[in-house]
């Protein structure tokens, strides 16, 4: 069965500098969720869209952005990178006409910022 | 507001046994959906199981089974026959139903199969 795809799986940036990360959700899902994993924490929720509409937002910082598009994929864009933002960042899709709307969660992207 | 509380940090099991994982949550909301998933040293997140807040009967898959007591606010998990391939960290989490929103997660438990 397809699975959620996350580019590129790991990404090592330089402080001040942008990164985008991309998400192709399990085709026919209709939501598309950001998460924000540190090291040795949970995972913490940043953004959803649902139809290509932004429907949640989290603890997300101002420098940060994200879209969903026509074709359902989805890209969160970090710009002026900090130390704290090493992190492993997961995609998740969810098709909401499903009872409880279970989220299945790609690879993730591993950002390390230096 | 939701909250999902683990309080067993790390479990080592025996291979071949049976293990409970903990999780009590909070919420406001009454209709809700609990989940559980796996972590492995790699990474990924693997949905395991789900259990609807209207859901009279124990969510079960395969090996997993969840331990729903909704008036005491638990959704442990039940680990039959643990293999090596167990070990990993295992993060209960909830949301409210039919809505497009948030997982909230718990800390998460580390659960070691052991020889």
């Known amino acids: 069965a397809a699975g959620v795809i996350q580019s590129p799986r790991h990404l090592i940036k330089e402080k001040r500098e942008t990164a985008t990360l991309k998400c192709y959700p399990i085709?026919?899902?209709?939501?598309v969720y950001w998460y924000q994993q540190g090291p040795g924490q949970d995972p913490q929720f940043l953004i959803s869209?649902?139809?290509?509409?932004?429907?949640d937002k989290g603890s997300i910082p101002d420098r940060f952005s994200a879209q969903q598009f026509s074709d359902y994929h989805s890209e969160l864009n970090m710009s002026s990178l900090e130390l704290g933002d090493s992190a492993l960042y997961f995609c998740?899709?969810?098709?909401?006409?499903?009872?409880?709307?279970?989220?299945?969660f790609g690879p993730g992207t591993r950002l390390t910022v230096l | 507001a939701q909250k999902i509380t683990q309080t067993q940090p790390g479990m080592f099991v025996q291979e071949k046994e049976a293990v409970t994982l903990d999780c009590t949550y909070d919420?406001?909301?009454?209709?809700?959906?609990l989940f559980w998933y796996k972590q492995p040293s790699s990474g990924e997140m693997i949905f395991l199981i789900y259990?609807?807040?209207?859901?009279?009967q124990n969510a079960t898959e395969g090996r997993y089974s969840l331990n729903f007591q909704k008036a005491r606010k638990s959704a442990n998990l039940v680990i039959s026959a643990s293999q090596l391939g167990d070990s990993a960290m295992y993060f209960c989490?909830?949301?409210?139903?039919?809505?497009?929103?948030?997982?909230?997660f718990g800390t998460g438990t580390r659960l070691q199969v052991t020889l």
């Open positions: 989490a909830m949301s409210p139903t039919g809505t497009a929103s948030k997982l909230t």
């Open positions: 085709p026919r899902h209709d939501t």
């Open positions: 869209f649902y139809e290509k509409m932004q429907s």
């Open positions: 259990q609807g807040s209207y859901d009279e």
């Open positions: 919420t406001s909301d009454q209709s809700y959906g």
């Open positions: 998740a899709s969810s098709f909401l006409e499903t009872p409880y709307n279970e989220q299945f």
